[in-house]
């Protein structure tokens, strides 16, 4: 056996091995998600009895308000760093793209590919690898990416349930 076919060998091994990494069940256990969850619709609740005119960007600054006077009231017995962290994941979810903001912050990241709510990969500095980012379930992957599809003129269903979407740079 040459040396060609032995790197090709070894490459194939390596590729097998990343993809049985890939399938392994990656169980995610948030203790805050309850409080989270009652957050999220409270700030949604407040965001529509003021009549916020449009949830996005652009009026963060007022959603982060109404924010963090919800977690006062709901997080008063959770540490300051715990609550940074919520508030942090909740105003990505209301105004962002969710889980996603993270990896889509990092210039180092250049492309994002969601293969379920526990299987999100990166291409980072050239190389593909799982990230640590996951979901809550298949829906909340649902609605984070109608959120980017929709975003960019695209649709995603049953019929047709793979999208390649580019998002505009944003500097700032």
Not at 115 to 135: D, H, P, T
């Amino acid at each position: 056996m040459g040396l060609l076919e032995r790197m090709e060998q070894q490459r194939l091994g390596e590729k097998d091995k990343a993809q049985e990494e890939g399938k392994k069940e990656v169980f995610h256990v948030d203790i805050h998600q309850d409080l989270k969850n009652r957050v999220h619709q409270e700030v949604i609740n407040e965001i529509n009895s003021n009549k916020v005119e449009k949830v996005g960007k652009e009026n963060a600054i007022e959603i982060l308000r109404i924010l963090e006077n919800v977690m006062t009231v709901e997080a008063e017995n959770v540490n300051r760093l715990d609550r940074s962290r919520i508030t942090e994941e909740l105003l990505n979810e209301i105004i962002g793209y969710g889980p996603l903001e993270i990896l889509l912050n990092d210039p180092d990241i250049t492309e994002i590919m969601v293969n379920g709510y526990n299987r999100v990969y990166i291409e980072k500095n050239g190389k593909i690898q799982l990230s640590q980012v996951v979901f809550k379930d298949n829906q909340h992957v649902m609605n984070v990416i109608d959120r980017i599809v929709s975003s960019v003129g695209r649709h995603i269903d049953e019929s047709s349930p793979m999208v390649d979407a580019r998002l505009r740079m944003v500097h700032g």
